[in-house]
């Protein structure tokens, strides 16, 4: 009886970590009928997050209170890299057949996982994603200024490119001065603002006047001078970010497994109950899951955004007609799905005790199996296929007999599941919503 009720432990915490994972598979399908097979390097990154927010701030230490700030690290890159990934790859190919967004999906992975391998021991990389990142903040800020409306589908790149200009002209003059001197020292600093300020003003009225032929719109010089300033200000913001902070660590190299930080009370010695013995990081996953589970209930069911979420899902060009933002909702499902990977990835982590570039892909894998399992657009089916993928796994690793049993044939089970749930029940235990959309 022991040795059953420690697989069944076993198998619900494994099957936790596949539910966190398997829900954000369910929600963007639910929104925009997508599978992102990107998902699970989404969870990888989530535990990259976690790792480099320990590294960055509390390299060394182990107290409990720094998990909630490393969740939190891991929810911004994660959340970051899904929001990315919807707005460059997959909303231009919203109308494309969906063999389009399904290969495209492969290819993120693919890039993803390379990228960490590849990136991660060399911080130099995050300066060019301060840059793009000072050229998104001065772009905000300047079309909040300017106050008109610049997404005219036929003119929109003239209207913008005053704002595009002076963003573009104050990152290029920081990249000058920095590439001259690599100092933070109060100089050069206001050198690069002041500087970045004034050249990205002037670039943005010389791009204003280039495009005034075309454009729609007719933007500010007060709007380009803030664009330019809050750029330049961003950028260097983000050079002493890069200097102060991410230089000076001793970066890991991801090409081989990296341990991951060990922190009190949620690691270390096993709970004995019984003859059953509990992991503390297996009690961490288990009560996430439960926790992210009536968060997302509450979220989809008591908010606005929520109800949005399931308007859009049962029908989104009537949800737009109702004054829905679509747009928004499929961003706000992205990154839903990711704050849940995210936390799935700190589990994963802290089980292992090491996280390297390929743990999301079987992980995904198996995730999507038990989106299928539970009913793929079911959030509650992915919950409960996810617990019940876990559980059928730890059972099969320890009562299958022979040749076929052991922990080397556990993938091999999960998948025979996934084929019997495709030929017998294609719409999951609790069976998938489907909607006939006029």
């Given at each position: 009886m022991?040795q059953?009720?420690?697989?069944?432990?076993?198998?619900?915490?494994l099957?936790?970590?596949?539910?966190?994972i398997?829900?954000?598979y369910?929600?963007?399908?639910g929104?925009?009928?997508?599978?992102?097979?990107?998902?699970?390097?989404?969870?990888?990154?989530g535990?990259?997050?976690?790792?480099?927010t320990?590294?960055?701030?509390?390299n060394?230490h182990?107290?409990?209170?720094?998990?909630?700030?490393?969740?939190?690290?891991?929810?911004?890159?994660s959340?970051g890299t899904a929001?990315?990934?919807?707005?460059?790859?997959?909303?231009p190919?919203?109308?494309?057949?969906?063999?389009?967004?399904?290969?495209?999906?492969i290819?993120i992975?693919?890039?993803?996982?390379e990228?960490?391998?590849?990136?991660?021991?060399?911080?130099?990389?995050?300066?060019?994603?301060f840059a793009g990142?000072?050229i998104?903040?001065?772009?905000?800020?300047g079309?909040r200024q300017?106050?008109?409306?610049?997404?005219?589908?036929i003119?929109?790149?003239?209207?913008?490119?005053p704002l595009?200009?002076?963003?573009?002209?104050a990152?290029?003059l920081?990249?000058?001065?920095?590439?001259i001197?690599?100092?933070?020292?109060?100089?050069?600093?206001?050198?690069?603002?002041?500087?970045?300020?004034?050249?990205?003003?002037?670039?943005?009225v010389?791009?204003?006047l280039?495009?005034?032929?075309?454009a729609?719109v007719?933007?500010n010089?007060?709007?380009?001078?803030?664009t330019a300033a809050a750029?330049?200000?961003?950028a260097?913001?983000?050079?002493?970010?890069?200097?102060l902070l991410?230089?000076?660590?001793?970066?890991p190299?991801?090409?081989q497994r990296?341990p991951?930080?060990?922190?009190?009370v949620?690691?270390?010695?096993a709970l004995?109950?019984?003859?059953?013995?509990?992991?503390?990081s297996?009690?961490f996953?288990v009560?996430?899951?439960?926790?992210?589970?009536?968060?997302?209930?509450?979220?989809?069911?008591?908010?606005?955004l929520?109800?949005?979420?399931?308007?859009?899902s049962?029908?989104?060009?009537?949800?737009?007609?109702?004054?829905?933002?679509?747009d928004r909702?499929i961003?706000?499902?992205?990154?839903?799905g990711?704050?849940l990977?995210?936390?799935?990835?700190?589990s994963?982590?802290?089980q292992?005790n090491?996280?390297?570039?390929?743990?999301?892909?079987?992980?995904?894998?198996k995730?999507?199996?038990?989106?299928?399992?539970?009913?793929?657009g079911?959030v509650?089916?992915?919950v409960?296929?996810?617990?019940?993928?876990?559980?059928?796994?730890?059972?099969?690793t320890?009562y299958?007999?022979?040749?076929f049993?052991g922990?080397?044939?556990?993938?091999?089970?999960?998948f025979?599941?996934?084929?019997?749930?495709?030929?017998?029940?294609?719409?999951?235990?609790?069976?998938a919503r489907v909607?006939d959309?006029a």
């Open positions: 022991d059953f009720l420690q697989q069944l432990v076993n198998g619900l915490t099957g936790s970590l596949y539910a966190l398997a829900v954000g369910t929600v963007v399908y929104i925009v009928q997508l599978i992102n097979f990107a998902h699970g390097e989404v969870f990888m990154i535990a990259f997050g976690a790792l480099t320990y590294l960055l701030f509390f060394g182990t107290s409990v209170w720094i998990l909630p700030v490393m969740i939190i690290g891991a929810m911004i890159a959340v929001v990315l990934m919807e707005r460059v790859a997959y909303r190919l919203r109308n494309a057949p969906r063999l389009a967004p399904l290969i495209t999906a290819g992975s693919v890039f993803l996982q990228f960490i391998r590849l990136f991660y021991e060399q911080p130099g990389w995050t300066v060019v994603v990142l000072a998104a903040i001065g772009y905000i800020v079309g300017a106050k008109v409306h610049l997404n005219n589908p003119t929109k790149w003239y209207d913008r490119a595009l200009g002076a963003a573009g002209g990152v290029v920081w990249i000058v001065v920095r590439l001197n690599t100092d933070v020292s109060a100089l050069y600093v206001v050198a690069a603002i002041v500087g970045g300020a004034i050249i990205g003003t002037a670039v943005g010389l791009a204003g280039a495009a005034k032929k075309h729609r007719q933007i010089l007060q709007a380009v001078a803030a750029t330049a200000l961003s260097e913001i983000g050079w002493i970010i890069f200097k991410i230089d000076k660590v001793e970066w190299s991801a090409k990296i991951f930080p060990q922190l009190d949620v690691t270390g010695t004995q109950v019984g003859g059953v013995t509990i992991q503390r297996a009690v996953t009560a996430a899951l439960a926790v992210c589970a009536v968060v997302l209930w509450f979220f989809i069911n008591r908010t606005r929520g109800r949005g979420m399931q308007a859009v049962q029908d989104p060009d009537t949800a737009r007609l109702m004054g829905i933002n679509v909702i961003v706000v499902a992205f990154a839903l990711a704050v990977a995210a936390i799935a990835g700190v994963q982590g802290l292992n090491n996280i390297d570039f390929r743990m999301g892909f079987l992980a995904g894998l995730a999507f199996t038990a989106a299928v399992l539970g009913g793929i079911n509650y089916g992915a409960v296929g996810g617990l019940v993928l876990g559980v059928v796994e730890a059972m099969a320890q299958i007999p022979g040749q049993g922990s080397t044939w556990k993938d091999v089970w999960a025979v599941i996934l084929i019997l749930v495709l030929v017998f029940r294609p719409q999951g235990l609790l069976g909607v959309r």
